[in-house]
């Protein structure tokens, strides 16, 4: 394999939204501008078929006192993983991209006004605005090549390069054709947009690895490639479920206008009786692990009833739910005759996955490593799902480009040990005759995550057992490890970067010593108040993983 | 399994191919038929039927597999809380589009599937084509069409 190479201003990974909004706000601030996409952008990632909800902040809706949606956030699922200041600042923002996103062509009105409707509680403000966003990536993509940004699609990212402490460019590999083709890219600013980390944990139905409820080629490559290269990832430690239909993962849980009932019809929380589009049930959100815990108790299924929605109410969330791209689970309720106004529908909580937990920013988007910025799903210490891909997108861009025109000349990347290394693991792995699939290494790296890093226990003998297993899984792979073409060698680099994610995780989750939200630890089941506004972060210097606690920015 | 192509429709014009967010297909030769090459890496998302120029003739379709099956209940699990005495189970999940009793088949049918029935949700509107569930209340502001139909654009690709 001999690189192929290409140089630019600001090197964009993943062509998601967080990815092109960061190429555009980059090449609006002059700089020669690549995006690396792994699969092809106008439909990859996340948002590829859409989405619904836009989190924003309008001040002719809200009132003038920000401090008050601020509020709104921080009590809300999301807020305890903030830095305060990254909140401020993305909801100072939101609303300017919401209206660039509504004169590009992406329907942020569809009711004519800037509607906030669902996903609240009962008295509160509303912050998620109700948008149409099915046709938004082929909007955004449009919109990036008139900036003059060129995109590379089937190239995904494998590695940064960093030398002496700044980011000089990157290693991928093309995957267009059947034979792989490494490729070299010399940059003066990296920005990572890949997305949630999905297969770490196991799929919602067994054996079906791609039954995730976000993009199932989205694995935790900007979290792995930015721990490798000695970036800080923070609240690593941290599982985050989604719930949605049992066994066809879904994302959008706040799109279905429903009472969550248990088997006798009855409303398991106290929220609403009929639910209306103002006001979804929102008891899921506040009980996180409701379904889980409705199941092992006995007490469940616990269902979505959408009985006593009115029918214009299920007119406007079928309508919602094609705009936020669950068309494949429409036609499916339409082929199988399930009935939303007669049928109730059982719903499960989903495996973690990692969204909100990664790559430690600052305020101008950048990680722990000069010029290597990160936004969207993969940053740790914020998350606003598509709304916080593309105001933080936006902002990495800007400063990704103003950092560019600083640095003079690109580094010799080329010259990086980094590139050599990869060449040969790669090399090795597509002419090994015999070998372990990608396949096996995943499914193993997934039943570890979820018996020695799980959601239900762990503890410092579980997590100590299961950080050594994986280890020996990561040295077995490295070994055995075998692809014939550049498809399975791709899927075979998104396994090791799982990996490199799953580590991070147990080494956090080993260190906070407490149970907090979702991290319960059998060996300290209380939470530690002197540990309630601490960040946890995690970095690897000459080998080994360093963790460190800091207080959380309020 | 997931994406089944039907050859006699499709025209290989190659679209599918391309966007498939998790790479499904083969992308073969300008022209050729896709390959659906590795079906369990299907994430189910329809970005493939919503693209494909032929899908009104049927080129392409997606099949959830059984795992995937949306477990529900109806009218004989209510109140009680479990099945009514002759059913025995407790789900009443048809894939494939046999009616319930007491409840009309709306979309399974070759006949209901031309004349549209069924697609309401998501086949007709693209750019340019939005629909609201009622256009009356909604009301929708008029928007630009953009490009072709079905366009992938290969003209910010490297080669
Ligand atoms: C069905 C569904 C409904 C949703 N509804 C909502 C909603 O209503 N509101 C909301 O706020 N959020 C919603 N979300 C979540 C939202 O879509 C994501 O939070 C958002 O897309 C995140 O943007 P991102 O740029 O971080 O990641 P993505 O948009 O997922 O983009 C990541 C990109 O990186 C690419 N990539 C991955 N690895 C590599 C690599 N190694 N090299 C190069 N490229 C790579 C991927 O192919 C992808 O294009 C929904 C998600 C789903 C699945
Ligand atoms: S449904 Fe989505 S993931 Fe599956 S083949 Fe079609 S485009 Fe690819
Ligand atoms: S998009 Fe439709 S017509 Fe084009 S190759 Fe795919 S199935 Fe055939």
């Known amino acids: 394999m001999d690189p192929r190479r290409i140089d630019c201003d600001v090197l964009v990974v993943g062509g998601g939204i967080a990815g092109l909004m960061a190429a555009m706000n980059a090449a609006e601030h002059g700089a020669r501008v690549i995006v690396a996409e792994k699969a092809h952008a106008r439909r990859s990632g996340s948002g590829a078929t859409g989405n619904d909800h836009f989190f924003c902040y309008i001040p002719e809706v809200h009132g003038d006192d920000m401090s008050v949606i601020v509020r709104e956030v921080l009590d809300s699922m999301i807020g305890g993983f903030h830095d305060t200041p990254l909140t401020v600042k993305f909801l100072e923002q939101s609303f300017d991209r919401a209206k660039d996103w509504d004169q590009w062509g992406i329907n942020m009105r569809p009711t004519g006004t800037w509607a906030f409707i669902g996903h609240a509680f009962p008295g509160r403000p509303r912050i998620w605005l109700k948008y149409a966003g099915s046709d938004q990536k082929e909007v955004l993509t449009k919109q990036a090549s008139k900036r003059g940004v060129r995109t590379i699609n089937f190239l995904p990212i494998t590695d940064v390069i960093v030398e002496d402490g700044e980011v000089v460019g990157a290693i991928g590999i093309h995957v267009r054709k059947e034979e792989p083709e490494l490729t070299l890219i010399r940059a003066k600013s990296v920005v990572l947009g890949t997305g949630t980390a999905n297969r770490l944990y196991p799929a919602a139905s067994p054996g079906f690895m791609f039954n995730t409820a976000f993009c199932s080629a989205c694995t935790g490559a900007a979290q792995a490639m930015a721990y490798r290269a000695g970036a800080k990832l923070v609240n690593m430690e941290f599982p985050n479920m989604h719930a949605g239909p049992k066994y066809f993962a879904r994302a959008g849980k706040a799109t279905w206008i429903g009472v969550v009932t248990d088997p006798g019809g009855r409303p398991v929380g106290p929220f609403v009786e009929k639910p209306t589009k103002e006001l979804g049930d929102i008891t899921a959100d506040v009980w996180n692990s409701l379904f889980a815990d409705m199941h092992k108790s006995g007490r469940g299924p616990a269902y979505m009833d959408c009985r006593e929605t009115a029918e214009s109410d299920l007119e406007y969330m079928m309508w919602g739910m094609k705009e936020e791209g669950n068309t494949a689970l429409i036609e499916y309720m339409e082929a199988a005759n399930i009935d939303l106004r007669k049928n109730r529908v059982e719903f499960m909580q989903y495996t973690p996955h990692l969204i909100g937990r990664g790559v430690e920013i600052d305020l101008n988007g950048e990680s722990s490593i000069k010029g290597l910025y990160a936004a969207g799903d993969p940053v740790g210490n914020f998350r606003a799902d598509i709304a916080g891909a593309a105001v933080w997108g936006w902002i990495a861009g800007g400063n990704a480009a103003i950092r560019a025109r600083k640095v003079r000349s690109v580094g010799n990347a080329e010259d990086s040990p980094l590139v050599a290394e990869r060449t040969r693991q790669f090399s090795e792995i597509l002419s090994r005759k015999n070998g372990a699939t990608w396949q096996e290494a995943n499914f193993a790296l997934q039943q570890i995550m979820s018996d020695y890093a799980g959601m239900d226990v762990r503890s410092e003998t579980l997590l100590k057992a299961g950080l050594k297993y994986l280890r020996d899984l990561r040295r077995n792979a490295l070994d055995t490890l075998r692809a014939d073409n550049a498809h399975t060698l791709m899927r075979a680099v998104e396994t090791l970067d799982l990996i490199d994610c799953g580590e991070a995780i147990f080494i956090t989750a080993l260190e906070r010593r407490e149970t907090r939200g979702p991290h319960t630890r059998s060996d300290f089941p209380f939470s530690n108040p002197l540990l309630g506004n601490k960040f946890l972060t995690v970095r690897k210097e000459n080998g080994g993983a360093i963790t460190e606690w800091r207080d959380k920015l309020k | ?159």
């Open chain 2, 1 to 159: 399994m997931p994406p089944v192509i039907n050859e006699a429709t499709c025209t290989g014009c190659g679209i599918c191919a391309h966007i498939c967010p998790t790479d499904v297909f083969n992308r073969g030769p300008r022209g050729a038929i896709p390959l659906v090459r590795y079906p369990d890496e299907c994430w189910h998302c329809n970005a493939c039927l919503i693209d494909c120029p032929e899908l009104q003739f049927g080129a392409i379709e997606l099949r959830i597999p059984l795992p995937l099956m949306l477990l529900h209940v109806g009218a004989e699990f209510d109140a009680v809380g479990y099945p009514a005495p002759r059913d025995g189970v407790t789900s009443t999940a048809s894939p494939l589009g046999q009616a319930q009793p007491g409840q009309a088949a709306r979309s399974a049918t070759p006949e209901a599937v031309a004349r549209g029935d069924g697609l309401r949700w998501h086949r007709l509107p693209r750019v340019g084509q939005r629909r609201s569930p009622d256009d009356a209340t909604i009301p929708l502001r008029p928007t630009k069409v953009n490009g072709e139909k079905g366009e992938v654009h290969h003209g910010s690709e490297t080669h």
